[in-house]
């Protein structure tokens, strides 16, 4: 029996992730009781609340926050983890949302407004930049066309405005949506995602369809 196998059926990386959101949700209910439930929201300064830095990405203000994040999640994730490997799919969510909370509360900071940051769409949004840059058609079109790094570049970091004009909004966290789009644009071009061939079985027919 490949145990590797049955374990990686067994247990879907995108399915673990939105348990782990419905789970630390309902932990904020109970701590609402106590008025602690903002406890584990991102705020300047970063090292006054060192563990916010991971706990932020995964708490949501109220349902109708949790939800549309969750949904996104699971459309997004569940095409990627088939193409990758669970710790390189956790590693990639935490790390982008990390990042994309630090960049949200910075820029507030910078702004002159005190910021606190929550939520999980800051990850989620990099998984659908990553989507958007590292599938097989974006591949061939690149293949195809020579165009110099900083155009590039460019082109993603435009996408990245379009896409998160799109999402404004009261309380958004736009700075956030857009980092984790360009994060998800450039690491789908580099495709870090993609599974060691010694690891995972190709494909049939080769590395095509391949993130």
């Known amino acids: 029996m490949d145990r590797a196998g049955s374990t990686a059926q067994a247990s879907s990386p995108t399915t673990v992730l939105i348990g782990v959101l419905v789970v630390v949700f309902l932990f904020q209910e109970l701590l609402g009781v106590f008025g602690v439930s903002f406890a584990f929201a991102l705020a300047w300064p970063l090292s ?6 991971v706990t932020s990405v995964f708490v949501h203000r109220r349902i109708m926050h949790l939800v549309p994040n969750a949904l996104f999640l699971f459309v997004i994730g569940i095409i990627l983890e088939r193409r990758t490997e669970p710790w390189r799919f956790y590693a990639f969510f935490v790390v ?15 702004l002159g407004g005190p910021v606190a940051v929550l939520g999980a769409s800051g990850a989620v949004f990099g998984l659908l930049g990553y989507i958007l840059s ?5 591949d061939a079109v690149a293949d195809r066309i020579s165009v110099d790094p900083r155009v590039a570049i460019l082109v993603m970091i ?11 909004g009261r309380q958004v966290a736009l700075v956030a949506h857009f980092t984790g789009l360009v994060l998800g644009l450039l690491a789908g ?11 995972r079985s190709p494909p049939r027919g080769g590395r095509r369809g391949q993130f």
């Open 48 to 53: 006054e609340n060192p563990w916010t830095l």
């Open 189 to 199: 071009r580099a495709h870090v995602l993609r599974a060691e061939q010694s690891t």
């Open 134 to 138: 590292g599938n097989p058609i974006t």
């Open 158 to 168: 435009g996408v990245a405005l379009a896409i998160t004009w799109l999402t404004r």
């Open 96 to 110: 982008v949302g990390v990042i994309a909370g630090v960049l949200e509360v910075t820029v507030g900071q910078v």
